[in-house]
RNA sequence: GCGAGCGUAGCACAAUGGAUAGUGUAGUGGCCUCCGAAGCCAUUGAUCCGGGUUCGACUCCCGGCGCUCGCACCA
């Protein structure tokens, strides 16, 4: 017996058949819409006759009654199938079925293959995080991070090749200022023990001590410009802020479980905005155009890129001085993953304050490229709002400074240690603090991913770490239950012997968890598609509250054989998918908590 | 001014155009001689306003209102 992976793509290529079947007319156009149902009217829906009948103002029920007709025998053997309501066509899996599926994918091996159709043979390159150099991370680039790995781990799970790229902000005018303090007032000993926290506080002072029109400004340009013609002096020293900060970014990105391909900044760049200029300009018409001595470029069919705009917002690809802007190394960026890394796809990770940027950007790369015959790869923007404190504002520390990312991360383990030390007194210090540096980190993660990265988003300490609710705790708690229970049967949980005991579940808890693990591809599907975690997030949470309800309510550990294997079943593919999934959400689990 | 995103119970969130809009918290009432009570079960309470499209709208379109943000040489 073949058993798909994905059920509900199975059933509608199924009744797509099943309506040339039945001869229905202009059978080609009939879609069937299958959803993941609610569960009170069974595993999968087929919406589809509804708007087909309609068309052709045909009875949908009476359509729907052919097409179900014509269904292969092999379904009405998995499903209850029943037509409801005004014509939807309901598919309830039958235990036995459910058993089946459970049987068949049974490791994380077996899931990954099952997934990895949606991108298989692609390559995507994933542009987060991207911090500027010489400066420390704060709490405005955790989304950036937390999403955008979660976004890679989906990714590379649906069958691509992921190249995570790192886009640096490690050039421009800033570092004339910063190597002007850096010669001034540098303190070795800062330098030695918090290198990153020197540099903000030089580039503070060389900002300070260059006011507008004043003479110490000059040498900090000449600075700047030194570096840019390659000074050998302040090369080494731009070098060097360039190594400290990221040996800084990699302790957080090391809790965040975050490691990068590339470390591509806007310096790498540097020699490859020329092309840009010239490519932009000699296609007929040009696509880059002059205004205000500046290279720009205007989308004239576009309603706010237009020039014909009371203020016209152009697409600044070289400023009036001649130098690169973002704009121009945005543009040297995507040829690159494109000619470069192959790319089939492009996601960039940033927020929605960079909406019109990135809008621009695209709409220019496609005239671009398409005027010079390049392949155009996909192009996202994946947005997010901002991170606000509990009064909606941009959250701050209370003296009002912005908030360090290590100082937020150091937090959130802090506060897990107290909860962890009052729930579990006895257990030795060194266990709890280990548990506490992942409950911590995990509660920051999946705060930020639980919900739709599109709205702006309340820091609530209370919240994240909270035990109820669709939190971090939460979650990692049913895996540490689970785990506790194979520890006591003195089985590993990937243990597969007993299982060709299991019988098919039978009491409604029981088959209200597997059914629920037969809706991990289609979550999976959902949240690689959209770019949107939270709804992978979404099913943990509710496989999490199935699993809790079953826990509570059907005793694993029994005398009787097959009832204990077809509970040790459910469990051990609960612990797989739970944590399988939350792994891809980028958080770590634990066996006991 | 122009534009974008957001607007769902007291609060914080969910709902891939589908059936009676889900969950947590807060409130109320139950469940530990039973595999981890950091849990489970029951219950009260909501789609900003006005039009439109659709068999069907929290979702799509138009017009308001509110919040957040963006609009020429920072990234």
Request: charged content about 25%; some cysteine; hydrophobic content about 45%.
């Amino acid at each position: 017996m073949h058993v798909s992976f994905n059920l509900a793509a199975d059933l509608d290529a199924a009744l797509k058949a099943a309506a040339t079947q039945a001869g229905l007319a202009d059978a080609t156009a009939f879609a069937p819409e299958v959803r993941t149902a609610d569960p009170k009217h069974g595993d999968f829906q087929a919406n589809g006759t509804l708007g087909y009948a309609k068309a052709r103002k045909l009875n949908p029920r009476a359509v729907a009654d052919q097409i179900v007709a014509a269904l292969p025998d092999r379904l009405r053997t998995d499903y209850e199938i029943t037509i409801a309501g005004p014509g939807f066509i309901n598919f309830a899996l039958k235990p036995a079925a459910l058993l089946a599926w459970l049987r068949t994918f049974a490791t994380a091996a077996q899931l990954r293959t099952g997934a990895a159709a949606a991108h298989a043979g692609q390559t995507w390159v994933v542009d987060y995080s991207s911090p500027n150099t010489a400066k420390q991370m704060h709490v405005g680039h955790l989304r950036s991070a937390v999403i955008g790995e979660a976004i890679c781990r989906l990714l590379a799970f649906t069958g691509a090749r992921v190249i995570r790229d790192n886009h640096l902000g490690d050039w421009g005018t800033q570092f004339g200022k910063l190597i002007y303090g850096y010669k001034r007032w540098a303190n070795p000993a800062a330098l030695a023990t918090d290198a990153i926290e020197e540099l903000e506080r030089l580039y503070k002072l060389g900002n300070d001590a260059t006011p507008e029109g004043s003479p110490a400004l000059d040498e900090a340009r000449r600075e700047l410009v030194a570096l840019q013609t390659g000074e050998l002096t302040n090369v080494a020293l731009w070098k060097k802020f360039s190594e400290v900060s990221l040996a800084a970014f990699q302790q957080i990105y090391d809790r965040l479980g975050i490691t990068f391909d590339h470390n591509l900044g806007e310096s790498f760049y540097n020699d490859k905005v020329d092309r840009v200029y010239r490519e932009l300009t000699e296609t007929t018409p040009p696509i880059a155009e002059s205004s205000a001595g500046a290279l720009v470029v205007f989308h004239d069919e576009h309603p706010r890129f237009s020039r014909n705009t009371e203020r016209p917002n152009p697409f600044m690809v070289r400023k009036a001085d001649g130098a690169s802007g973002y704009a121009s190394t945005d543009l040297a960026t995507a040829l690159y993953r494109t000619e470069h890394f192959k790319a089939d796809g492009i996601v960039v990770v940033t927020d929605f304050r960079q909406a019109d940027h990135f809008e621009q950007l695209f709409l220019t790369v496609r005239k671009w490229f398409a005027a010079k015959n390049y392949r155009v790869p996909e192009l996202h923007h994946v947005t997010f709002g901002a991170v606000t404190g509990e009064d909606g504002k941009a959250l701050k520390t209370r003296s009002g400074d912005v908030i360090k990312l290590k100082a937020l991360l150091a937090e959130a383990v802090d506060r897990a240690f107290v909860i962890v030390s009052e729930k579990n007194a006895d257990m030795p210090e060194a266990e709890r603090r280990e548990i506490a540096g992942i409950v911590g980190i995990a509660s920051v993660q999946y705060a930020d991913l639980a919900q739709n990265r599109s709205s702006n988003y309340v820091f609530s300490w209370d919240k994240m770490l909270a035990l109820d609710g669709n939190t971090a705790p939460y979650l990692l708690y049913a895996v540490a239950r689970i785990h506790s229970i194979f520890r006591k049967a003195g089985l590993a949980p990937t243990d597969a012997a007993g299982e060709t005991l299991a019988t098919a579940p039978e009491t409604p808890t029981e088959i209200m968890l597997a059914r629920k693990l037969t809706k991990f591809p289609d979550a999976i599907r959902v949240a690689g598609e959209t770019l949107r975690p939270h709804y992978l997030g979404l099913y943990l949470y509710e496989l999490a509250g199935d699993y809790s309800s079953f826990n509570n309510a059907d005793k694993v550990l029994v005398e009787d054989a097959a009832l204990r294997a077809r509970r040790l079943l459910l469990c051990a593919r609960t612990l797989l998918t739970l944590e399988t999934g939350l792994h891809l959400l980028g958080l770590r689990t634990l066996t006991r908590m």
